[in-house]
């Protein structure tokens, strides 16, 4: 069975200290992988995408993920965390052949001054 | 590129009026449109996928003459919630898909507070 696991369901960091949100699927095919931000009362936004090319992966913002097909992993990561970077963030899976989409649980990354 | 926006960004409706909720791809064509329906701090739950001009998808337990769902134009998809009751009150998010692509871009969300 198809499933993402976002191991934790807050993160908390300091302003200018690192990011680390981590996101495991389980997948019998070749996926895409997608991390997504939603802001309050808001949309989501793509942060950056996973489809097959280099597994090292830069998105908006100064994120960046690397998908480890040994380890099943798409972890998100920032160098310094940013004030505005406080929100909820998405891992989400894509699955090749009918484009299902898995949504994980969510992770809220809390930020302190 | 790639925008999608939504309308209303929220509405109120009495018990048993229906609302309409609309998805337009400002900026590309959306061969597939899909439908999500969120709750306070919970992720997003699929209710159905759209693809134009053909019937949407439903996602198991989601009551298809409740939730209507039309796909008439490339850049359109409509959401009506018939006869409405508080407990539909929710955020409606809406993606869009480009033929082929496995990105959906989402719009703003709609708050819906049925009293």
């Known amino acids: 069975a198809q499933s993402v696991t976002q191991l934790d369901s807050h993160v908390s960091v300091s302003e200018g200290t690192p990011v680390l949100l981590r996101c495991n699927y389980s997948s019998s095919y070749s996926p895409s992988l997608f991390w997504y931000v939603q802001h309050p009362n808001k949309g989501l936004q793509l942060l950056l995408k996973y489809t097959s090319a280099a597994t090292l992966v830069k998105g908006i913002n100064g994120f960046e993920a690397e998908f480890k097909k040994s380890e099943t992993s798409f972890h998100l990561t920032k160098p310094s965390a940013h004030m505005s970077d406080a929100a909820e963030y998405f891992c989400?899976?894509?699955?090749?052949?009918?484009?299902?989409?898995?949504f994980g649980a969510g992770t809220r990354l809390f930020v302190k001054a | 590129g790639a925008v999608v926006s939504q309308h209303p960004s929220w509405v109120i409706c009495k018990s048993g009026t229906s609302v309409k909720i609309e998805c337009r791809s400002l900026?590309?064509?959306?061969?597939?449109m899909f439908w999500y329906r969120q709750f306070p701090k919970k992720s997003l739950m699929l209710m159905a996928t759209s693809n134009e001009g053909s019937k949407a998808t439903y996602e198991q337990g989601v009551e298809k003459d409740k939730f209507l769902i039309n796909h008439a134009s490339l850049t359109l998809s409509t959401l009506t919630v018939t006869s409405a009751h508080p407990e539909d009150s929710s955020f409606y998010i809406c993606s869009a898909r480009k033929e082929g692509s496995k990105t959906q871009y989402f719009g703003p969300g709609t708050r819906l507070l049925v009293l």
């Open positions: 989400v899976v894509t699955l090749t052949g009918g484009f299902k989409t898995i």
């Open positions: 900026d590309f064509q959306a061969t597939t």
